[in-house]
């Protein structure tokens, strides 16, 4: 199972599912996607937890399939490719979310401020629709939202860094 990289989100990925699903893969480490996708397009190896939108993209030349997506709900970008639960697999939610963090010290009016325009940015229908063209949602919140999701985040990545037995190299 290819990955863009050891210790990268697909890398682990890959050991999560594999220790999930009760089976073994060997995993080949590239310096990157594109690497790892060629590979994959080209035969060399037969599986690879990819983004959404390079998924999709290559998915679309035919000579991938996706097999099923790491989150609670089926992508909208891909209504027709089923989560690993409804496959018998439960909790692969490794969904990952992009932020905009600042300073530690940021003024709190700067922060509320950039809060309020991304919000305002993140809502507008022309950015939701730029950002589901490429398989990606838009899910605004609140500064405090976003520092408990973060907490949680932490803390389940930790746990599965821990299930899987991964270790640093």
């Avoid at 790892?36 to 993209?57: C, H, K, N, W």
């Avoid at 919000?119 to 490429?134: C, H, I, W």
């Amino acid at each position: 199972m290819a990955s863009f990289g050891t210790g990268t989100s697909s890398h682990i990925y890959a050991l999560a599912f594999a220790k999930t699903a009760g089976i073994e893969v060997t995993h080949v480490p590239y310096k990157g996607t594109a690497e790892a996708a060629r590979d994959l397009l080209e035969g060399r190896v037969q599986a690879y937890f990819d983004a959404a939108p390079t998924a999709i993209s290559n998915t679309a030349t035919g000579r991938i399939r996706m097999v099923g997506v790491a989150s609670p709900k089926r992508m909208p970008a891909a209504p027709d490719v089923p989560t690993f639960t409804e496959q018998g697999i439960p909790g692969m939610d490794l969904t990952s979310w992009i932020s905009i963090v600042g300073p530690a010290k940021m003024p709190a009016e700067i922060v509320a401020r950039l809060n309020a325009l991304l919000v305002q940015t993140l809502n507008s229908p022309d950015v939701k629709e730029f950002y589901a063209r490429g398989a990606w949602e838009t899910s605004p919140s609140t500064p405090a939202e976003l520092t408990q999701e973060m907490r949680v985040a932490y803390d389940r990545w930790g746990a599965m860094v821990k299930q899987i037995g991964f270790e640093k190299q």
